[in-house]
Nanobody, 125 residues
Framework: QLVESGGGLVPSGGSLRLSCTAS????????MAWFRQAPGKEREFAAT????????FYADSVKGRFTISRDNLQNTVELQLSGLKPEDTAVYFC????????????????????WGQGTQVTVSS
Protein backbone atom coordinates (compact mmCIF):
# COMPACT_ATOMS: atom_id res chain seq x y z
CA GLN A 1 0.00 0.00 0.00
CA LEU A 2 1.21 3.48 -0.85
CA VAL A 3 -0.08 6.69 0.74
CA GLU A 4 0.85 10.09 -0.67
CA SER A 5 0.75 13.42 1.09
CA GLY A 6 2.00 16.96 0.65
CA GLY A 7 -0.06 18.27 -2.26
CA GLY A 8 -1.67 21.68 -2.24
CA LEU A 9 -2.15 25.04 -3.94
CA VAL A 10 0.94 27.11 -4.66
CA PRO A 11 1.69 30.16 -6.81
CA SER A 12 3.76 29.89 -9.95
CA GLY A 13 7.43 29.62 -9.02
CA GLY A 14 6.63 28.06 -5.67
CA SER A 15 7.71 24.77 -4.13
CA LEU A 16 6.11 21.69 -2.61
CA ARG A 17 7.39 18.47 -1.11
CA LEU A 18 5.40 15.32 -1.79
CA SER A 19 5.83 12.25 0.36
CA CYS A 20 4.84 8.63 -0.18
CA THR A 21 4.88 6.04 2.60
CA ALA A 22 4.90 2.36 1.73
CA SER A 23 3.66 -0.64 3.66
CA UNK A 24 3.27 -4.28 2.80
CA UNK A 25 6.13 -4.28 0.32
CA UNK A 26 9.80 -5.11 0.47
CA UNK A 27 10.49 -1.44 0.06
CA UNK A 28 14.25 -1.63 -0.26
CA UNK A 29 13.87 -4.02 -3.19
CA UNK A 30 11.29 -1.94 -5.08
CA UNK A 31 11.79 0.58 -7.82
CA MET A 32 9.77 3.69 -6.99
CA ALA A 33 8.39 6.43 -9.17
CA TRP A 34 6.15 9.44 -9.36
CA PHE A 35 3.66 9.89 -12.17
CA ARG A 36 1.16 12.68 -12.71
CA GLN A 37 -2.14 13.11 -14.48
CA ALA A 38 -3.59 16.44 -15.51
CA PRO A 39 -7.32 16.85 -16.23
CA GLY A 40 -8.23 15.35 -19.59
CA LYS A 41 -4.74 13.96 -20.13
CA GLU A 42 -3.10 10.57 -19.80
CA ARG A 43 -0.96 9.68 -16.82
CA GLU A 44 2.64 10.63 -17.49
CA PHE A 45 5.98 9.74 -15.97
CA ALA A 46 7.71 12.34 -13.81
CA ALA A 47 10.59 10.71 -11.91
CA THR A 48 11.93 7.36 -10.79
CA UNK A 49 14.59 6.10 -8.40
CA UNK A 50 16.32 2.73 -8.03
CA UNK A 51 16.41 0.41 -5.03
CA UNK A 52 19.28 2.02 -3.20
CA UNK A 53 18.48 5.57 -4.19
CA UNK A 54 21.73 5.85 -6.09
CA UNK A 55 20.23 6.50 -9.51
CA UNK A 56 17.32 8.68 -10.60
CA PHE A 57 15.77 9.63 -13.91
CA TYR A 58 13.44 12.47 -14.77
CA ALA A 59 11.05 13.43 -17.53
CA ASP A 60 12.40 16.30 -19.60
CA SER A 61 9.46 18.44 -18.48
CA VAL A 62 10.56 18.33 -14.82
CA LYS A 63 14.32 17.86 -15.08
CA GLY A 64 16.20 20.48 -13.10
CA ARG A 65 13.11 21.44 -11.10
CA PHE A 66 12.03 18.21 -9.38
CA THR A 67 14.15 15.94 -7.19
CA ILE A 68 13.23 12.40 -6.16
CA SER A 69 14.71 10.76 -3.07
CA ARG A 70 14.02 7.77 -0.85
CA ASP A 71 14.64 6.62 2.72
CA ASN A 72 14.69 2.82 2.92
CA LEU A 73 14.66 2.87 6.71
CA GLN A 74 11.48 4.96 6.82
CA ASN A 75 9.92 3.30 3.75
CA THR A 76 9.34 6.66 2.15
CA VAL A 77 9.97 8.25 -1.23
CA GLU A 78 9.73 11.99 -1.70
CA LEU A 79 9.45 14.35 -4.62
CA GLN A 80 10.68 17.89 -4.14
CA LEU A 81 8.97 20.21 -6.59
CA SER A 82 10.42 23.65 -7.21
CA GLY A 83 10.04 26.32 -9.86
CA LEU A 84 6.46 25.17 -10.26
CA LYS A 85 4.52 26.18 -13.34
CA PRO A 86 0.76 26.14 -14.01
CA GLU A 87 1.33 23.22 -16.39
CA ASP A 88 2.57 21.17 -13.42
CA THR A 89 -0.99 21.15 -12.10
CA ALA A 90 -2.03 17.51 -11.81
CA VAL A 91 -2.76 14.65 -9.47
CA TYR A 92 0.57 13.12 -8.51
CA PHE A 93 0.76 9.38 -7.95
CA CYS A 94 3.40 7.31 -6.20
CA UNK A 95 4.11 3.89 -7.73
CA UNK A 96 6.17 0.85 -6.80
CA UNK A 97 7.26 -2.44 -8.27
CA UNK A 98 9.33 -5.31 -6.91
CA UNK A 99 9.61 -6.66 -10.47
CA UNK A 100 12.87 -4.85 -10.92
CA UNK A 101 16.60 -5.18 -10.44
CA UNK A 102 18.82 -3.06 -8.19
CA UNK A 103 19.66 -0.66 -11.00
CA UNK A 104 16.33 -0.59 -12.80
CA UNK A 105 15.14 2.72 -14.15
CA UNK A 106 11.52 2.18 -15.13
CA UNK A 107 9.50 4.93 -16.79
CA UNK A 108 6.43 3.10 -18.11
CA UNK A 109 3.34 3.07 -15.90
CA UNK A 110 2.61 -0.52 -16.94
CA UNK A 111 5.84 -1.59 -15.26
CA UNK A 112 4.48 -0.63 -11.83
CA UNK A 113 2.21 -2.85 -9.75
CA UNK A 114 1.26 -0.79 -6.71
CA TRP A 115 -0.17 2.71 -6.81
CA GLY A 116 -1.17 5.31 -4.28
CA GLN A 117 -4.44 7.21 -4.35
CA GLY A 118 -2.81 10.41 -5.57
CA THR A 119 -2.35 13.91 -4.19
CA GLN A 120 -3.48 17.08 -5.94
CA VAL A 121 -0.96 19.75 -6.87
CA THR A 122 -2.39 23.00 -8.19
CA VAL A 123 -0.17 25.83 -9.40
CA SER A 124 -1.82 29.20 -9.87
CA SER A 125 -0.61 31.63 -12.52
Amino acid sequence: QLVESGGGLVPSGGSLRLSCTASGTTFNRAAMAWFRQAPGKEREFAATINWAGTAAFYADSVKGRFTISRDNLQNTVELQLSGLKPEDTAVYFCAATERSSPFSILTNARQYDVWGQGTQVTVSS
